[in-house]
């Protein structure tokens, strides 16, 4: 089992137990704020499950159906998440008005607030742990769950520095404007995570410095070559696909063609994990005279 799949199993498993911590939280005090951070809790182990499911599937090899893989799939688990959150946070939202008309005084505070923090401590080194390994590993769906368990340590941080101010204040409505403190945040937080998700579905092109590189690799690796025009790029999953002309000379042979195609691929796939590229060689008629000259 690769390291992608074992972070999404682990993420289930944290889930699983942070989610019962933040619900005995609620249960002992009975906060609306307190519950709000165990539903989103429950989000998080359905997350985690698609997740696992997304990079299980992402690492399928090509098929006939699917001749450039299944990498593609860890963005509509993204997606998923990125709507269940908003629909926790709608459910939160609804919790948090009726606690408005009905303000309640809190049982037990300090050791619900103590069993939430420790909740929060775990999905704080778990979050951590999910962002970095997932940029490293490239994976989306690794990347977006860990940046919503972060948006859970910050909501968490805020709700149990609030409710430490109930005691004190005798303002019980705090309770209910904390939760829908959390919702809001969690409703952008899913709304980031939709967004993103739905430029790589897009086929966004590499971001302006990685294309830069790019350009420049392709300019002083194709000696013997006229020109690169066309250049194409986007990513899926942990894939980067690349795609340009190169112009030759017309009287090159193939071999030599191919030759500069294979120095090319190695210089790029060197700097630009998981590559895969395609080169459409022309004769020197074919020259635009415009994009990559090479150097």
């Given at each position: 089992m690769d390291k992608i799949r074992k972070l999404a199993i682990g993420s289930i498993f944290v889930g699983t137990v942070v989610f019962v911590l933040k619900y005995a939280a609620y249960y002992i005090?009975?906060?609306i704020a307190l519950y709000s951070d165990a539903l989103e809790s429950i989000i998080n182990v359905v997350t985690a499950v698609a997740a696992f499911m997304a990079v299980r599937l992402s690492a399928a090899p090509a098929d006939a159906n699917h001749p450039y893989g299944h990498h593609k799939v860890e963005y509509f688990s993204a997606v998923l998440e990125g709507v269940l959150i908003i629909v926790a946070a709608l459910a939160i939202l609804r919790e948090a008005y009726f606690g408005f008309l009905a303000p309640k005084m809190?049982?037990?505070?300090?050791?619900?607030?103590?069993?939430?923090?420790?909740?929060?401590?775990?999905?704080?080194?778990?979050?951590?742990?999910?962002?970095h390994h997932g940029r490293r590993l490239r994976s989306p769906a690794l990347v977006a769950d860990g940046r919503h368990l972060f948006t859970d340590v910050v909501t968490s941080a805020g709700v149990i520095i609030g409710l430490l101010l109930v005691p004190f204040?005798?303002?019980?409505?705090?309770?209910?404007?904390?939760?829908?403190?959390?919702?809001?945040?969690?409703?952008?937080?899913g709304w980031g995570l939709i967004k993103e998700s739905i430029g790589g579905l897009m086929d966004e092109a590499l971001p302006e410095g990685t294309l830069a590189r790019v350009r420049e690799i392709i300019a002083v690796?194709?000696?013997?070559?006229?020109?690169?025009?066309?250049?194409?790029?986007r990513h899926a999953g942990k894939m980067t696909f690349i795609d340009f002309h190169l112009v030759v000379p017309g009287a090159m042979s193939v071999i030599e063609a191919h030759d500069i195609c294979d120095r090319l691929e190695r210089a790029l796939k060197a700097d630009v994990e998981d590559a895969l590229i395609t080169i459409h060689v022309e004769p020197d008629n074919k020259a635009k005279h415009a994009g990559i000259v090479v150097l």
């Open positions: 005090t009975g906060s809190i049982d037990a505070p300090m050791e619900g607030l103590a069993i939430n923090a420790v909740a929060s401590v775990i999905n704080a080194v778990w979050s951590w742990a999910l962002i204040t005798g303002w019980h409505w705090l309770d209910s404007a904390l939760a829908a403190f959390v919702a809001v945040n969690i409703l952008w937080s690796n194709a000696e013997g070559a006229i020109e690169a025009h066309d250049l194409r790029t």
